[in-house]
């Protein structure tokens, strides 16, 4: 079955440092995957998303991320933090039919001045 | 931000109760979805649509049901609520292009709180 890991609950960075959230899921075929923001109490937004092609793909926000094939990763990358930033992160695999997802547990992101 | 709403936005209720909680969109998308959200669990899916009065259970169904009437409404009924229901609900939407797979949007999310 599809599953999506997120080994990170929390991290915090400083503002201005370089940020990398990990993200492996396992899944038979080639996946679609998604990274997801949540600000607190709001709902989700889509900030990427890979579907085939160039396995670096670039987001929203001045995010991007990197598909790799050989580790089962979807690592989400910013070379920059800034306090904004502070949210919490998802991962999902497309699974099946339905366009539905799986998500993984979450990254809870604290920025620090 | 794709048109989603859901209603209530937040809920007190008793053990036992019935609960009706709602989602409307006005992007005439056909793929439906309910998630529950839950610290240490992230989001789990607990029904879907793919069309009017076409259903199908997700991971974390029992408990739960659902109805799709019109396009744009989308409705999850707790029969008789229980403590474990406490949780946020996610209403999201998707639609579909060619079999290809697409992103689903998010609405604002439904506090429901079952004592």
């Known amino acids: 079955a599809q599953s999506v890991t997120q080994p990170d609950i929390h991290i915090t960075v400083s503002e201005g440092a370089s940020l990398e959230l990990r993200c492996n899921y396992s899944?038979?075929?080639?996946?679609?995957l998604f990274w997801y923001v949540q600000s607190p109490g709001q709902g989700l937004q889509l900030l990427l998303k890979?579907?085939?092609?160039?396995?670096l793909v670039q987001g929203i926000k001045g995010f991007e991320a990197e598909f790799k094939r050989s580790q089962s990763s979807f690592n989400l990358r910013k070379p920059s933090v800034h306090w904004s930033d502070a949210a919490e992160y998802f991962c999902?695999?497309?699974?099946?039919?339905?366009?539905?997802?799986?998500f993984g547990t979450g990254t809870r992101l604290q920025v620090t001045l | 931000d794709a048109g989603i709403t859901q209603s209530p936005r937040h809920k007190v209720t008793e053990t036992g109760t019935p609960v009706t909680l709602r989602c409307h969109q006005t992007?005439?998308?056909?793929?439906m979805y309910w998630y529950r959200q839950d610290p240490g669990h992230g989001l789990r899916l607990i029904h879907y649509?793919?069309?009017?009065?076409?259903?199908d259970k997700g991971e974390v169904s029992d408990g739960y049901s659902v109805s799709r009437s019109k396009t744009e409404d989308f409705l999850l009924t707790l029969e008789s609520a229980t403590s474990s229901q406490t949780s946020v609900y996610f209403c999201?939407?998707?639609?579909?292009?060619?079999?290809?797979?697409?992103?689903?949007?998010f609405g604002p999310g439904t506090r429901l709180t079952v004592l």
């Open positions: 999902a695999v497309g699974t099946g039919t339905a366009s539905k997802l799986t």
């Open positions: 999201a939407i998707s639609e579909t292009s060619g079999g290809s797979y697409n992103e689903q949007f």
């Open positions: 890979y579907f085939s092609g160039d396995t």
């Open positions: 992007e005439n998308h056909r793929y």
């Open positions: 899944y038979g075929a080639t996946p679609y």
């Open positions: 649509s793919y069309g009017v009065k076409d259903t």
